[in-house]
C-alpha cells in the first residue's frame, strides 16, 4: 500500500499569506495524486488532479506540482474561505487508492 | 448542475446489512465511472468501491471486499452501495463521488455528494 504523508499536521497563517502544503509518498507514484479540500460538514471538492492540473472552477491562486515522492500544494494568497482541511490522494496503484492524513489551514 | 444525493444510511448491529444508493442528475450518467468513497468519525478519506459506466467492472478495497457490492441502474440513474456483515469499522460517512473522466475510470472524483451517515452499533 501507497503511504502518503501529509504535512505538516497544521498550518496557521494569515489571510494573504501563501501556503505551501506537502504531500509525500512512500513509493514513486508518477504524477498520479490528486488534492481536496474539505470544510466542516461538507464533502471534499477537487482541487488538483495528475498533480498540476487544476480542476473545472477552480480559483487560479492554487496550483500543484511535484512528481515521482514529493508533491505541494500551494495556495498563492490565502483568502477567508481558503481555510479549511487539505487531502492528498494518489491513484497509482488504482483500484487500491490511497488518501493523506490531511493538512489543516488555520487562520492565524 | 450535477448533483448526487445518498440514501439509505442509519443505525444497524453488527452483522447485518444495508444498502445505500445515489441519485445522479446534472450529468450524462452513464459515461462516467461512480464510485463510494467513505470518511469515519473524526478520520480521513477511503476509497471503497468503483462500477465502470457500463455496470460490467467493479473493483473495491481490501477492507470491503467480499462483503460490499456496488451496482449501477442506467436508466434510473442511480448508484448502489450493498453491504453485507457489517462491523464497527465500516461506521463512517459514505459519499458517492462521481468519476472526472468519461469513458474509463480517472480515479479522481470531480463532484460528490453530501454524505450518508452508516453506524454499526448494538
Known amino acids: 500500500e501507497v503511504v502518503l504523508t501529509q504535512s505538516p499536521a497544521t498550518l496557521s497563517l494569515s489571510p494573504g499569506e501563501r501556503a505551501t502544503l506537502s504531500c509525500r509518498a512512500s513509493?514513486?507514484?508518477?504524477?498520479?495524486l490528486a488534492w481536496y479540500q474539505q470544510k466542516p460538514g461538507q464533502a471534499p471538492r477537487l482541487l488538483i488532479y495528475?498533480?498540476?492540473n487544476r480542476a473545472t472552477g477552480i480559483a487560479a491562486r492554487f496550483s500543484g506540482s511535484g512528481s515521482g515522492t514529493d508533491f505541494a500544494l500551494t495556495i498563492s494568497s490565502l483568502e477567508p474561505e481558503d481555510f479549511a482541511l487539505y487531502y492528498c490522494?494518489?491513484?497509482?496503484?488504482?483500484?487500491?487508492?490511497?488518501f493523506g492524513g490531511g493538512t489543516r489551514v488555520e487562520i492565524k | 448542475q450535477v448533483q448526487l444525493v445518498e440514501s439509505g444510511g442509519g443505525v444497524v448491529q453488527p452483522g447485518r446489512s444495508l444498502t445505500l444508493s445515489c441519485a445522479a442528475s446534472g450529468f450524462t450518467f452513464d459515461t462516467y465511472a461512480m464510485h463510494w468513497v467513505r470518511q469515519a468519525p473524526g478520520k480521513g478519506l477511503e476509497w471503497v468501491a468503483v462500477i465502470a459506466k457500463d455496470g460490467r467492472d467493479k473493483k473495491f478495497a481490501d477492507s470491503v471486499k467480499g462483503r460490499f457490492t456496488i451496482s449501477r441502474d442506467n436508466s434510473r440513474n442511480t448508484l448502489s452501495l450493498q453491504m453485507n456483515s457489517l462491523t464497527s469499522e465500516d461506521t463512517a460517512v459514505y459519499y458517492c463521488?462521481?468519476?472526472?473522466?468519461?469513458?474509463?475510470?480517472?480515479?479522481?472524483?470531480?463532484?460528490w455528494g453530501q454524505g450518508t451517515s452508516v453506524t454499526v452499533s448494538s
Open positions: 495528475a498533480a498540476s
Open positions: 513509493q514513486r507514484v508518477g504524477r498520479d
Open positions: 463521488a462521481k468519476d472526472v473522466q468519461i469513458g474509463a475510470a480517472a480515479y479522481y472524483f470531480d463532484y
Open positions: 490522494q494518489q491513484r497509482s496503484t488504482w483500484p487500491q487508492l490511497t
